[in-house]
T-cell receptor, first 109, second 113 residues
């Protein structure tokens, strides 16, 4: 069974700061997902990646397959980025997702 | 186009009753997933479908839970003889295929009294 660990559990930042959220997993995977959950519950998929790096606007996701580690970066953070960020992985031919417990990000103006 | 829709948005039921939760995926998406999120807790995988087949049912919490999908479209999650611990938000997601990004519905909040 894959264990997914996220850090930090909680993160408070000032508007404009560079944010990094980390995710590590214990078993080789086929894909890693970063999800965003706003207060009120809606979940949005931010990235799905299996290697390298992806960028979308102010968000950057990287993955190191050898180290079993991924990072989500937010540049020039804004209060609207306040949300729970969730890392999830799927492995091999099994597309079942295993989730981390999430990182609660609060960005203050 | 239309996103993933779920109904009802809220459901309150008495312990012991059966409930059916519905998910309408994005048109053309062959893969469909059900998840559960209990209050204050993380997401749990329940089941996924490729087409109308469910290769992995290992996430279903008990034999009171079942799911089906028809016409490679709508899916229903049925919980029989509901218990208070079934109270949660049930989320559905769909993707073009199993190897692509998932799009989530708004969820159904189930409260068992």
């Amino acid at each position: 069974k894959n264990e997914v660990e996220q850090s930090p559990q909680n993160l408070t930042a000032q508007e404009g700061e560079f944010i990094t959220i980390n995710c590590s997993y214990s078993v080789g995977i086929s894909a890693l997902h970063w999800l965003q959950q706003h207060p009120g519950g809606g979940i949005v998929s931010l990235f799905m990646l299996s290697s390298g790096k992806k960028k979308h606007g102010r968000l950057i996701a990287t993955i190191n397959i050898q180290e079993k580690h991924s990072s989500l970066h937010i540049t020039a953070s804004h209060p609207r980025d306040s949300a729970v960020y969730i890392c999830a992985v799927s492995g091999g031919s099994n597309y079942k997702l295993t989730f981390g417990k999430g990182t609660l990000l609060t960005v203050n103006p | 186009g239309a996103g993933v829709s779920q109904s009802p948005s809220n459901k309150v039921t008495e312990k012991g009753k059966d409930v059916e939760l519905r998910c309408d995926p994005i048109s053309g998406h062959t893969a469909l997933y059900w998840y559960r999120q209990r209050l204050g807790q993380g997401l749990e995988f329940l089941i996924y479908f490729q087409g109308n087949s469910a290769p992995d049912k290992s996430g279903l919490p008990s034999d009171r839970f079942s799911a089906e999908r028809t016409g490679e479209s709508v899916s229903t999650l049925t919980i029989q003889r509901t218990q208070q611990e079934d109270s949660a938000v049930y989320l559905c997601a769909s993707s073009l295929n199993l190897a692509t990004e998932q799009y989530f519905g708004p969820g159904t909040r189930l409260t068992v009294t």
